[in-house]
């Protein structure tokens, strides 16, 4: 009879495949998508609200700000659709004003996850009675075909610089595909994080309190639980780069001494040598030359960009 254990391995064979391809790499990587387990989204939650995480909180003052003016730019009688929606705190601040501008309105939020798709649902219902939310379990990346459907003007977000976390030439596959769902007059709410001083930058990615560290490390903390593995976590430290280049913080998890790490639910010996580094996750940090170009080449047109008074954050509404 097969162990709970061995039919998890069977259950996330995907993902272990994965997990061998990175660890077996040159350089070593690790998907991005193990962060967000269930320890992960909660340490993911605490980052946006460390003092030197400064995305969160300024992609939200720029809709409390500007959120008249974004709506009023993307047209009358709109339905809300939010990529990778979460459980969708900072559109809140955005229905609350379409729903001074309208009676009604139709909020389509998409997100791989049930439960955080369950969450939004329940406080949205409850927060806004005159708001209809029907929500959509999907990876997004893939396109969303059900977009088609939906009739009216529809204006959709994707906010929270999640584009960032991929090359520029799949975030424009990503926008690519979104766009064949929508027709003429249809908008895109792009947030993204802007380029900036690495004396900013730096502590975003590795805070005084360890919380990134911490978020990071959780990655070997799930292999170790979910694949058996073996990572000693005192023996890897949390490194946050500045690639200017590149434009992007590159994360990693870097090896303080020569060791061995096995993984038995992979049968995989994974040799570290003293500083050698596992990528683990990239952030894109937008130029507004990028912004233009991953817009236009998806088919869009930039029409306006919103952005706090230091500049740190953009917030850009491109038209099909
Ligand atoms: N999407 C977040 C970002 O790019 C993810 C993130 C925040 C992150 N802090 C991190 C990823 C530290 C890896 C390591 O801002």
Request: charged content about 25%; hydrophobic content about 40%; some cysteine.
């Amino acid at each position: 009879m097969a162990t709970s254990k061995q039919l998890q391995y069977v259950v996330d064979s995907a993902m272990a495949r994965e997990v061998r391809e990175g660890l077996s790499a040159m350089p070593k990587r690790l998907p991005a998508k193990l962060f967000y387990d269930e320890a992960g989204s909660a340490l993911f939650e605490q980052i946006t609200e460390l003092p030197e995480y400064y995305l969160t909180r300024t992609e939200r003052a720029i809709f409390e700000d500007y959120a008249a003016r974004i709506l009023e730019a993307a047209g009358p009688s709109l339905t809300l659709v939010e990529l990778g929606a979460g459980t969708a705190s900072k559109t809140r601040i955005l229905i609350e004003e379409l729903l001074q501008r309208q009676t009604r309105a139709l909020f389509y939020p998409i997100d791989v996850s049930p439960s955080a798709l369950n969450e939004a649902v329940r406080q949205m219902a409850t927060q806004f009675p005159q708001l209809r939310v029907s929500p959509i379990v999907a990876d997004y990346t893939g396109g969303v075909p059900a977009l088609s459907r939906i009739s009216g003007r529809k204006l959709v977000l994707y906010i929270g610089s999640s584009i960032g976390n991929f090359e520029p030439s799949q975030a424009v596959g990503i926008l690519r595909r979104i766009r064949r769902s929508l027709r003429a007059g249809d908008a895109l709410l792009l947030g993204t994080d802007l380029a900036k001083s690495s004396k900013i930058l730096v502590p975003a990615y590795d805070d005084a309190q360890g919380v990134t560290a911490q978020f990071n490390k959780n990655m070997l903390v799930r292999l170790n639980r979910e694949l058996d593995a073996d990572f000693d976590l005192g023996a890897f430290r949390h490194v946050a780069v500045w690639n200017k280049r590149c434009s992007r913080m590159e994360m990693y998890l870097e090896s303080t001494v020569k060791q061995s790490v096995f993984l038995p639910a992979l049968d995989l010996d994974v040799p570290f040598e003293e500083g050698e580094r596992l990528h683990t996750e990239n952030s894109y940090k937008y130029t507004e030359e990028m912004v233009n170009t991953i817009v236009h080449e998806s088919g869009f047109t930039l029409e306006k960009t919103w952005s706090d008074s230091k500049g740190w954050f953009g917030v850009h509404l491109a038209r099909v």
